[in-house]
């Protein structure tokens, strides 16, 4: 009868331990498509972002699964670079007033992340503990991990994303304004790298004419003689939202600066607090001349 109770209690406790390593596995793959989903939740705010977001996650997901095919391998590695992502879009929105896209890949180079590190000296302690984190982790899910995913059929689903998120890119296209309201970090850059992807391929990198049939005249023997005294132009780019209504001495036409909607955030503009201009998010303006992103300023 003792004999009998032993053996019924180790049967029941490797059930337990296998249940519980089982449950533990399932977790795993779980846990990173979790936490994803409430990033969705707390940064795409329309139905259209949000299934670019879904679109995006599933094609970051299939692409790793059909080089490791592990799935929480996959889900871990494919929520570091989302969380990557979305901060660095919000660290970009906090700095220039725009959010992230494609066309960013195209300036990242060693350069870039000596200068954000300097400029940031802290990031370097974060990103190297972050690391240092993350490796035992992964390590952990994929010793872990018994699940594995044919390669063609991840890469089979990584295609349907890619279509599915080309043909929503396609019917609801990105109005260029929408990387200045904040928000939608991933599902703004999904979609944009469609539109740069589409672009490069139409028109190449610079969009120019096969060939110029017109030429120049010749202007030889000819003097430009002004009736008055030209005007000295200052042309200021505002590629980083600068207001120039700061610099002293500048004409402007009558009206030029933000329109808002928010009495409170024109009152923070009208003050010039730098403090105030952060808080950006929620609140739709538009410049005085939306389509000239430059100011022109005539000084004697």
Known sequence: MRSVLLSFGQTVGRAALFSGRRLWRHKSVL????VAFAIMGSTESTLTAMAAFLLAWGLLNFLWLALLRRPAAAAMLSLVMMTVLVLLSQLKYQVLMMTASFV????????TVTFLFTI???LRWIVALSAIAFVPLLALAWRLDTIRVQRATAFS????CLGGLTALA????MEPFVAYYGGNHVSNFARSGVDAVSELMSHGLMESDPGVAERLKSVEGSTCRPATKPPHIILV???SSFDIRMAPGIKLPS???FSCLSTARNAAFSSKAPAARAGTRNTTCSRAFPRARSA?????
């Open 296 to 300: 022109a300023s005539p000084i004697s």
């Open 170 to 173: 396609k019917h609801s296209p």
């Open 120 to 122: 940031f000296p802290a």
């Open 157 to 160: 689903l990584a295609l349907l």
């Open 237 to 239: 780019h505002d590629e």
């Open 31 to 34: 846990i990173p498509h979790l």
């Open 255 to 257: 009206g030029y600066g």
């Open 104 to 111: 960013d890949l195209m300036i990242i180079d060693t350069d």
